[in-house]
Nanobody
Framework: QVQLVESGGGLVQAGGSLRLSCAAS??????YGWFCQAPGKEREFVAS????????YYADSVKGRFTISRDNAKNTVYLQMNSLKPEDTAVYYC??????????WGQGTQVTVSS
């Protein structure tokens, strides 16, 4: 059974940091991504990384502040979030792709940034 389990969300003050983790089980994937959804808004792309190689991609709003990384041995992907802003407040979802579309999603973890 394929599962993606996120952890690491919480409440932090503006300017602070959090590291999200996403542990995948059941199979390996070609790429992973992080998405976020704020109240009343659509889910949007944050960052992605391919399993083999060094390709990473970021939304313009997080470039220079967030870093996506992976540990293939642990089948885990991370999102290091620095210099957090109140507008980063959202539920963050991990996604995984076998090839092409995002095939699997985690349950989400809440990130709240206070001003």
């Amino acid at each position: 059974q394929v599962q993606l389990v996120e952890s690491g969300g919480g409440l932090v003050q503006a300017g602070g940091s959090l590291r999200l983790s996403c542990a995948a089980s059941g199979r390996t994937f070609s790429s992973y991504g992080w998405f976020c959804q704020a109240p009343g808004k659509e889910r949007e792309f944050v960052a992605s990384i391919i399993r083999v190689g060094s390709g990473t991609y970021y939304a313009d709003s997080v470039k220079g502040r967030f870093t996506i990384s992976r540990d293939n041995a642990k089948n885990t992907v991370y999102l290091q979030m620095n210099s957090l802003k109140p507008e980063d407040t959202a539920v963050y979802y991990c996604a995984a792709s076998i090839g092409g579309a995002w095939d699997y999603w985690g349950q989400g973890t809440q990130v709240t940034v206070s001003s």
